[in-house]
């Protein structure tokens, strides 16, 4: 996989949320569990499922419409429904607790958006495959 060294990013959901939304504004999943990173997306692209592309950025809490430009660290892998669903992970720093706190949140999420989409009667695997570390990033010990 090819990571970028910065994305532009677009801050949709405040860290601590618990309502993830559409482009829209719709509601699309109330999460189980607060979101331990602000959500948001990538203006300008499209990701498989026809959204922009995700990113999730470590950090302070950041107001809804904030916009920034943030350097790439990782890729959470994710798959939603049968489609290739990847977040790009930004920030500054990827410390080991961020890393464990995400893997926590998308497994918890992946078991509740997997009964969301049978209850929605979409079919496909809905799972968290893990992070990947861009070659970029800076990495803090604990």
């Known amino acids: 996989m090819t990571f970028p060294r910065s994305l532009d990013v677009l801050i949709e959901q405040p860290r601590a949320s618990f309502i993830k939304r559409r482009e829209d504004g719709s ?3 109330i999460s ?3 979101c331990p990173v602000n959500y948001g997306s990538v203006p300008g692209t499209r990701a498989e ?3 922009r592309e995700d990113a999730l950025v470590l950090g302070p809490r950041l107001a809804k419409g904030t916009y920034r430009q943030l ?7 994710f798959t939603d429904a049968g489609q290739y669903d990847g977040k790009w992970v930004c920030g500054e720093l990827l410390r080991p607790g961020d ?3 995400l893997s926590v949140f998308f497994s918890v999420y992946a078991r509740f958006k997997r009964a969301l989409n ?4 979409k079919s496909g695997a809905t799972r968290f495959e893990g992070i990947e570390l861009s070659p970029h990033a800076s990495t803090g010990a604990e």
């Open 118 to 121: 049978h209850a929605r009667g």
């Open 32 to 34: 189980p569990l607060p």
């Open 27 to 29: 509601i699309d999943f």
């Open 99 to 101: 890393r464990r706190a």
């Open 71 to 77: 350097t790439v660290l990782a890729r959470a892998h």
């Open 49 to 51: 499922d026809g959204d």
